[in-house]
């Protein structure tokens, strides 16, 4: 059984998470999307509706499940017996962060490994937080999120 994790923010999950997450379970057993709970990040969803939401628009992938942590990710894929991270690259600019924390990781629990999925060139524009702003500006974003994402926005927003 191959199972890895797919951790985030996911304030809120967009359509290029989803990409993600979609490949990721077809290539492995069980995915594990982790939501961060507590993070440097000052969110607009707080970790139940970022967990509700992700649970929401991954229904239909069976092997997907979504659980919250805390803490260091790689005590949370040691406790889930997850073999890999699974992170999702847009540009050159994700580089250098996203290289910087496979190498501490490796260094933290040296049996864990970085898979890095390229994103979908129409999704490689895409952030949650380009999403938030321009739907707090009433801009149209149905072609980027889920449609519950979508709905959760503009409430947030009225
Ligand atoms: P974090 O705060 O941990 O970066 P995010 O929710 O912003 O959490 O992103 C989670 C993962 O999803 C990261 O690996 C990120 O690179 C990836 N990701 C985010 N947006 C996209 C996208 N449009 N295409 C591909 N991967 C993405």
Redesign the pocket.
């Given at each position: 059984m191959r199972i890895v994790v797919?951790?985030?923010?996911?304030?809120p999950?967009?359509?290029?998470?989803l990409?993600?997450i979609r490949r990721a379970c077809n290539l492995f057993d069980r995915v594990i999307i982790g939501v961060?709970r507590d993070?440097y990040?000052q969110t607009l969803f707080s970790i139940d509706e970022r967990v509700a939401l992700v649970k929401e628009v991954t229904q239909d992938l069976p092997n997907a499940i979504v659980k919250p942590f805390s803490g260091l990710l790689v005590d949370f894929v040691r406790r889930e017996k997850a073999c890999a991270v699974v992170?999702?690259?847009?540009a050159v600019s994700?580089f250098e962060y996203?290289f910087q924390m496979s190498v501490m990781n490796k260094k933290l629990a040296e049996e864990v490994e970085t898979i890095f999925?390229m994103?979908?060139t129409e999704?490689?524009?895409?952030?949650?937080s380009i999403i938030r702003q321009v739907a707090s500006m009433g801009g149209c974003i149905s072609d980027l999120v889920p449609p519950a994402v979508e709905k959760a926005l503009y409430a947030k927003y009225k």
């Open positions: 797919c951790p985030g923010t996911f304030d999950i967009t359509n290029g998470h990409d993600i961060a993070n990040k992170r999702g690259l847009r994700d996203e999925l994103t979908a999704y490689s524009f895409l952030s949650s």
